[in-house]
């Protein structure tokens, strides 16, 4: 037996059309939730509905009563058509076709709290399970207020799929059918970020990464100077850092890096100074040799700083052209004025790593290696 769904007399006043097309959104936009069972779930939820409805609306006079329940009415008969439309032969199980002939109280009811309303007159339904206490004229809710109330807290709406054209006294789905509904769509579980190719230190601080191996870098207790002073203070500690050959990215791992990351960093020379112009009482000159003295140069190699995925506090330091190899001799990663020391092991063959420091009374001065 085909379920039926009450019918509106046309010579009843028929409700607006705006409440209509409320009602039957929410309607279809509960049921489109609700995919394992749809037409025995669609009777429970229309049997919700107007339980709810009558409930919340008791506060109305016989007149408006009559007419908010119409309006509900309707909306139900334009869903039921257009999912019977949609379900065919599904819908004519038989277990179903038994249930509504017995009537609504066969109907299943939610946990068991669901009234079934009985018809005692058309369009007019009598609360059974339940009297609501009447509430105060200042809560008095619009239709589709009261709608979206009574089924926000016990369903979870799924997404709206399509738009309902009403004719005032029948709900006619016309371009919803045109409109495919739409899937529901598990969004997939996020990638994990891909794992660098190389190590990843576990604790804070600079690092170089030479030949796939990381080595921690020692900051020097002078700042690098801008790069308009043209060498800096004497630098006397001896590099601890020591790479095979010039083929150099860097990791830098600090917590400030991930709010105020730069966007190239240089990397300074720093030069030895040989030896020392002195002179004498008499003014005469002398060179005396100097071990153990270095100073920062503003001479530099730019590098690009990229980020390090799944690692906001990290960055990747790497020379703009991956195969740019530092010439041997010292240098320090300068990062925000702070200096990180390492040196590239060979004979220095750069005129830039080497200075001499002359000692005037004026004061001292620095110049190129003259070989």
């Known amino acids: 037996m085909k379920p039926e769904i009450a019918t509106i007399d046309q010579h009843e006043t028929t409700p607006a059309p705006a409440q209509e097309v409320e009602f039957a959104l929410i309607l279809a936009r509960m049921i489109n939730t609700l995919k394992q069972d749809p037409a025995q779930l669609r009777f429970t939820v229309y049997e919700l509905a107007r339980s709810k409805l009558a409930d919340e609306i008791s506060w109305a006079d016989e007149g408006e009563r009559k007419r908010l329940l119409t309006a509900l009415e309707v909306a139900i008969k334009g869903v039921e058509q ?7 032969e599904r819908l004519q199980a038989p277990e179903l076709s038994q249930a509504l002939a017995l009537g609504p109280g066969a109907l299943p009811q939610a946990n068991n709290q669901i009234a079934v309303l009985t018809q005692t007159d058309p369009g007019v339904y009598t609360n059974t399970a339940w009297q609501p206490s009447p509430p ?5 809710r619009t239709a589709a207020w009261l709608l979206v109330w009574m089924v926000g807290g016990i369903l979870s709406a799924g997404a709206l799929t399509a738009a309902i054209y009403l004719k005032r ?9 045109d409109v495919p509904p739409t899937p529901s769509v598990v969004a997939p579980a ?4 891909e794992k660098p190719a190389f190590p990843i230190p576990t604790d804070y ?3 170089v990464l030479n030949d796939g191996k990381l080595s921690e870098l020692d900051a020097l207790p002078e700042q ?3 790069k308009r002073v043209a ?3 004497p630098v006397s500690k001896a590099s601890h850092t020591i790479l095979p050959d010039g083929h150099a990215k860097f990791v830098a791992f600090r917590r400030d890096l991930a709010a105020n990351a730069p966007d190239r960093v240089d990397v300074r020379v720093v030069a030895q100074v040989r030896r020392a112009l002195t002179f004498d009482a008499k003014g005469k000159a002398s060179y005396l040799p100097v071990t153990g003295e270095w100073n920062i140069r503003n001479t530099a190699y730019q590098f690009r700083v990229r980020p390090i995925a799944g690692n906001p506090e990290m960055l990747l330091i790497q020379p703009e052209n991956p195969e740019f190899t530092l010439p041997a001799g010292r240098y320090v990663l300068a990062l925000k004025n702070q200096g990180y020391d390492f040196t590239v092991e060979g004979q220095p063959t750069e005129a830039s790593q080497c200075l001499e420091r002359t000692d005037a009374a004026n004061g001292t001065f620095y110049s190129d290696c003259e070989k």
């Open 82 to 88: 257009f999912s019977v439309r949609e379900e065919g």
């Open 136 to 140: 105060s004229s200042t809560k008095r």
């Open 169 to 177: 006294g029948s709900l006619s789905p016309v371009s919803i059918a």
């Open 190 to 193: 996020p990638k994990p970020p």
């Open 205 to 207: 601080g600079i690092y």
């Open 224 to 226: 690098v100077p801008d």
């Open 231 to 233: 060498v800096s203070t």
